[in-house]
């Protein structure tokens, strides 16, 4: 089955160690997004990429970096986590501006 | 600014009918999508309205209208397994997807 894969499903990491959660889809979607997502609030987007357009929200803080490689895989690079990044991070894919289909999450938490 | 609101919370009883209403102000409109969400899961695509009226599906339907910036999703014969967040959210004019914070609903028997 077509799908959006995240790993890890949980990630624990100490204050300010680098963490990578990785996202792979095989929709063989062109577009790829990274939400972060608090308890009881909207998911909040980070960036996305169009192909290999990288486009950062204007909010999104400069400890969080993304990378794609290629079409299947996208990376979240948290630098040095906070307590405050401790969040549910979703993947999500669409085809163009279409519905966009989300993975399972990585739930990270910050010791 | 650009908003949406929807409740925050709702209760039904199992097997009954509810509404989950849904305002949203945006710059532009390119469609309106309800998600579900299970606590400590992914949002799970529900359906899309981009012209209004109704469309149905199942036990779930979503209703439109763009005059007066409102959606609703209706649940029929609720089950248990309904018990989630439903979240609204809105494509503006630049293809952004605008989240509402989402509908906790409790299914009670």
Known sequence: DAMVIQNPRYQVTQFGKPVTLSCSQTLNH???YWYQQKSSQAPKLLFHYYDKDF????????????????????FLDIRSPGLGDAAMY??????????????PGTRLTVL | GQNIDQPTEMTATEGAIVQINCTYQTSGFNGLFWYQQHAGEAPTFL??????????KGRFS?????????????LKELQ??????????????????IWGAGTKLIIKP
Request: proline share 3%; aromatic share 12%.
């Open chain 1, 55 to 74: 486009n950062n929200e204007a909010d999104t803080p400069d400890n969080f970096q993304s990378r794609r490689p290629n079409t299947s895989f996208c």
């Open chain 2, 47 to 56: 359906s899309y309205n981009v012209l209004d009226g109704l469309e149905e």
């Open chain 1, 30 to 32: 062109n577009v790829m």
């Open chain 2, 80 to 97: 248990e397994k309904d018990s989630a967040s439903y979240l609204c959210a809105v494509k503006d004019s630049n293809y952004q997807l």
């Open chain 1, 90 to 103: 979703l993947c999500a894919t669409s085809n163009g501006a279409d519905t966009q289909y989300f993975g």
């Open chain 2, 62 to 74: 979503s209703f439109l209208s763009r005059s007066k910036g409102y959606s609703y999703l209706l």
